[in-house]
């Protein structure tokens, strides 16, 4: 029975870490070559527009009511500013971040650049904080929305009443399970309601026009009452200006199109370092998503406004929050609007897929990276439980109220449109194009604009999102705590006069003191000998190799190791290194050199002077401090076995 029960263990922790890199665990070795054909993986990108399309058409469902409640008669106007933001703002701006960031890390990665040591990790934290508001509020608002839909059709709703946040969290949980069940099974579903919700839409709007068409005066009487209500055209365009921000729910499918840019499928001859037929393709993504919800934007903002009653969009009222809805019931009957409510339902249930998978494919490409989580969050799975825990925790917090979370959602989004407008308008001063320069800085002034008057009026969103960036940086500094004795070298590579150093010593007892340089004279090598052999009473017999280590970025987790050979003043050998970490640095170099030469080697310390609190948070945070034991602790850590664990001396 135990061992039926431990085999069963093992193959779930087999399912639940299938795919897991085991960088940054064990002992180094060379890194994996890139798939031979790698420009044929993924999907072709259409499919993979239907999967940020979730997210983005899905909008539909709650964004002409949205835009009714903050502009009133004037809502197809702000929807047509916002249609020209999106247009001739947003969609430059990320064709631009497909351009710079290929792989999926879109504008983050891009300013990260910009910034090294402990302020550029904080600074990808903070945005990471504020994609993870956007994505995770994606998800937990488009299935409150869909159970808004579903306790609302006519006909469940005295079954379902008072039952939203039940429902809400189900549906959640459904999303889950598609993800664990696997990526591709995603994309397929996506594709489905995709076409059949775009349908569907397709036939509500030629009806609500043709009835426009029909009830001539239903236009009159919105002209006459919108000229009666702010006088002319100037004022009411400073009016949807004003109210634009509101909107800005119509923007939430670029960022999520540049996360999932990975998927999309490439041309033969891409290279990792430049996938060509990526990135065209992921623009033709963004271009037809762009222009296809355009087009939706402008007509249900048109058909909603004249054809139903302003006091139906109130809160209570039957077309609030899904105005569409109410259109399809009140012209098509009850019998298609339950098909189209069943479409809707899904559409906003599966919306939730895009911003599942921009999380799965942003968190891990960043914290386990930094040491900021544990090492199986490169797995999908374990992700996709942790993901979906925090939205039943945000989906309980604010009851499944889609009015609610809508200024995070908004924040969210535009802070990642303002990052991903600065970072092009960067790149392009950068390639010294002006005339991009100066176009991308306009785009970065209106989002900026949008973004801070969205704070003013609805802070909400900026505490929610504080509370997701506390809670990222808080797990991320306790994570690399935690795992501060990991061994997180990579890849060793030596050149030859350090390969020869290593193999030659080992015909003895390889004996390596760990040296922190300064002159660089032979005194120094001299007086270090001398201290070593007599501290640890070796006989003057013994030969020793020199190593030093030169610290680098002590921010940064993960690294390789380039070793080099030197012989200086004609007789001290010396191996230099560069790396984030001393101890992490030798510990790795003395394990690869066992194991090329299958002899211990035995590596020489002085005691570090100072507070030892004072030196572990040296080490910490940078690099350095208590060498000595660290390294040790190190070694113990990634060789639990003593007989073959290299022999640390302090004195």
Same mark, same amino acid.
């Given at each position: 029975?135990?061992?039926?029960?431990?085999?069963?263990?093992?193959?779930?922790?087999?399912?639940?870490?299938?795919?897991?890199?085991?960088?940054?665990?064990?002992?180094?070795?060379?890194? =994996?070559?890139?798939?031979?054909?790698?420009?044929?993986?993924?999907?072709?990108?259409?499919?993979?527009?239907?999967?940020?399309?979730?997210?983005?058409?899905?909008?539909?469902?709650?964004?002409?009511?949205?835009?009714?409640?903050?502009?009133?008669?004037?809502?197809?106007?702000?929807?047509?500013?916002?249609?020209?933001?999106?247009?001739?703002?947003?969609?430059?701006?990320?064709?631009?971040?497909?351009?710079?960031?290929?792989?999926?890390?879109?504008?983050?990665? /891009?300013?990260?650049?910009?910034?090294?040591?402990?302020?550029?990790?904080?600074?990808?934290?903070?945005?990471?904080?504020?994609?993870?508001?956007?994505?995770?509020?994606?998800?937990?608002?488009?299935?409150?929305?869909?159970?808004?839909?579903?306790?609302?059709?006519?006909?469940?709703?005295?079954?379902?009443?008072?039952?939203?946040?039940?429902?809400?969290?189900?549906?959640?949980?459904?999303?889950?399970?598609?993800?664990?069940?696997?990526?591709?099974?995603?994309?397929?579903?996506?594709?489905?309601?995709?076409?059949?919700?775009?349908?569907?839409?397709?036939?509500?709007?030629?009806?609500?026009?043709?009835?426009?068409?029909?009830?001539?005066?239903?236009?009159?009487?919105?002209?006459?009452?919108?000229?009666?209500?702010?006088?002319?055209?100037?004022? /009411?365009?400073?009016?949807?200006?004003?109210?634009?921000?509101?909107?800005?729910?119509?923007?939430?499918?670029?960022?999520?199109?540049?996360?999932?840019?990975?998927?999309?499928?490439?041309?033969?001859?891409?290279?990792?370092?430049?996938?060509?037929?990526?990135?065209?393709?992921?623009?033709?993504?963004?271009?037809?998503?762009?222009?296809? /919800?355009?087009?939706?934007?402008?007509?249900?903002?048109?058909?909603?406004?004249?054809?139903?009653?302003?006091?139906?969009?109130?809160?209570?009222?039957?077309?609030?929050?899904?105005?569409?809805?109410?259109?399809?019931?009140?012209?098509?009957?009850?019998?298609?609007?339950?098909?189209?409510?069943?479409? #809707?339902?899904?559409?906003?249930?599966?919306?939730?897929?895009?911003?599942?998978?921009?999380?799965?494919?942003?968190?891990?490409?960043?914290?386990?990276?930094?040491?900021?989580?544990?090492?199986?969050?490169?797995?999908?799975?374990?992700?996709?439980?942790?993901? @979906?825990?925090?939205?039943?925790?945000?989906?309980?917090?604010?009851?499944?109220?889609?009015?609610?979370?809508?200024?995070?959602?908004?924040?969210?989004?535009?802070?990642?449109?303002?990052?991903?407008?600065?970072?092009?308008?960067?790149?392009?001063?950068?390639?010294?194009?002006?005339?991009? @320069?100066?176009?991308?800085?306009?785009? =970065?002034?209106?989002?900026?604009?949008?973004?801070?008057?969205?704070?003013?009026?609805?802070?909400?969103?900026?505490?929610?999102?504080?509370?997701?960036?506390?809670?990222?940086?808080?797990?991320?500094?306790?994570?690399?705590?935690?795992?501060?004795?990991?061994?997180?070298? #990579?890849?060793?590579?030596?050149?030859?006069?350090?390969?020869?150093?290593?193999?030659?010593?080992?015909?003895? @007892?390889?004996?390596?003191?760990?040296?922190?340089?300064?002159?660089?004279?032979?005194?120094?090598?001299?007086?270090?000998?001398?201290?070593?052999?007599?501290?640890?009473?070796?006989?003057?017999?013994?030969?020793?190799?020199?190593?030093?280590?030169?610290?680098?970025?002590?921010?940064?987790?993960?690294?390789?190791?380039?070793?080099?050979?030197?012989?200086?003043?004609?007789?001290?050998?010396?191996?230099?290194?560069?790396?984030?970490?001393?101890?992490?640095?030798?510990?790795?170099?003395?394990?690869?050199?066992?194991?090329?030469?299958?002899?211990?080697?035995?590596?020489?310390?002085?005691?570090?002077?100072?507070?030892?609190?004072?030196?572990?948070?040296?080490?910490?945070?940078?690099?350095?401090?208590?060498?000595?034991?660290?390294?040790?602790?190190?070694?113990?850590?990634?060789?639990?076995?003593?007989?073959?664990?290299?022999?640390?001396?302090?004195?």
């Amino acid at each position: 029975m135990a061992t039926t029960d431990e085999t069963r263990g093992s193959r779930l922790r087999a399912w639940m870490l299938e795919g897991l890199s085991d960088m940054g665990k064990g002992r180094p070795s060379r890194p =994996a070559e890139p798939a031979a054909d790698a420009g044929h993986q993924g999907q072709p990108w259409y499919r993979v527009m239907c999967l940020t399309g979730v997210d983005y058409f899905s909008t539909l469902g709650y964004q002409p009511g949205i835009a009714a409640l903050a502009a009133g008669l004037l809502s197809p106007v702000a929807t047509v500013v916002l249609v020209i933001v999106t247009l001739a703002g947003a969609l430059p701006v990320y064709r631009r971040v497909a351009e710079e960031s290929p792989h999926g890390e879109g504008s983050i990665a /891009m300013l990260s650049r910009l910034l090294s040591f402990w302020k550029g990790k904080l600074f990808v934290l903070t945005l990471l904080g504020f994609a993870a508001t956007d994505f995770l509020i994606t998800i937990t608002l488009s299935a409150a929305d869909a159970s808004t839909h579903l306790v609302e059709n006519p006909h469940l709703e005295s079954a379902l009443h008072d039952k939203q946040v039940l429902i809400t969290m189900i549906l959640i949980a459904l999303l889950g399970a598609v993800f664990l069940k696997g990526f591709l099974e995603a994309i397929g579903v996506a594709v489905a309601l995709v076409g059949i919700y775009l349908a569907l839409n397709v036939v509500v709007v030629v009806t609500g026009m043709w009835h426009v068409l029909t009830e001539g005066h239903v236009v009159t009487d919105w002209t006459s009452a919108l000229t009666q209500e702010h006088g002319n055209v100037l004022v /009411m365009i400073g009016v949807a200006l004003v109210v634009f921000p509101k909107l800005a729910l119509g923007l939430s499918g670029f960022e999520t199109g540049v996360a999932v840019m990975p998927h999309v499928k490439g041309d033969p001859g891409d290279t990792e370092a430049r996938p060509a037929g990526r990135i065209r393709d992921t623009k033709k993504l963004l271009t037809t998503a762009a222009l296809i /919800m355009s087009v939706f934007l402008i007509s249900t903002s048109f058909i909603t406004t004249v054809l139903i009653p302003h006091d139906e969009f109130e809160s209570g009222g039957k077309a609030n929050g899904r105005a569409l809805a109410y259109l399809a019931h009140e012209y098509l009957g009850n019998t298609f609007g339950t098909v189209y409510d069943v479409s #809707t339902i899904l559409i906003l249930w599966f919306a939730g897929a895009s911003a599942m998978a921009g999380l799965l494919n942003l968190m891990p490409r960043y914290l386990p990276k930094y040491g900021m989580a544990p090492h199986w969050a490169r797995a999908v799975r374990p992700m996709v439980i942790v993901f @979906t825990l925090v939205a039943f925790l945000v989906t309980w917090i604010f009851d499944a109220d889609v009015d609610a979370q809508g200024g995070a959602y908004a924040t969210g989004v535009l802070v990642l449109i303002c990052s991903a407008a600065i970072a092009v308008t960067i790149a392009a001063r950068k390639a010294g194009q002006r005339g991009w @320069t100066i176009g991308f800085g306009v785009i =970065a002034a209106v989002f900026l604009y949008t973004t801070v008057l969205n704070v003013i009026e609805r802070p909400d969103g900026v505490k929610i999102g504080a509370c997701f960036i506390a809670g990222i940086i808080l797990v991320s500094l306790l994570s690399r705590l935690g795992r501060a004795f990991e061994l997180r070298v #990579t890849h060793i590579e030596l050149d030859e006069l350090a390969e020869r150093f290593i193999q030659d010593i080992s015909r003895r @007892t390889p004996r390596f003191i760990a040296n922190e340089p300064g002159e660089r004279d032979v005194a120094e090598y001299r007086d270090k000998i001398e201290q070593i052999r007599a501290d640890n009473d070796l006989p003057t017999t013994e030969d020793f190799v020199f190593v030093e280590v030169t610290v680098t970025d002590p921010s940064e987790f993960e690294a390789e190791l380039t070793v080099r050979g030197e012989v200086l003043h004609d007789r001290y050998r010396v191996l230099t290194v560069e790396s984030s970490s001393v101890p992490n640095a030798l510990a790795a170099l003395l394990i690869h050199a066992r194991d090329m030469t299958g002899t211990c080697p035995h590596v020489y310390f002085e005691w570090t002077e100072g507070n030892p609190f004072a030196n572990f948070l040296r080490f910490f945070l940078f690099g350095q401090g208590e060498i000595a034991p660290v390294t040790r602790e190190i070694l113990r850590e990634a060789e639990p076995d003593r007989d073959l664990r290299p022999h640390v001396h302090v004195g």
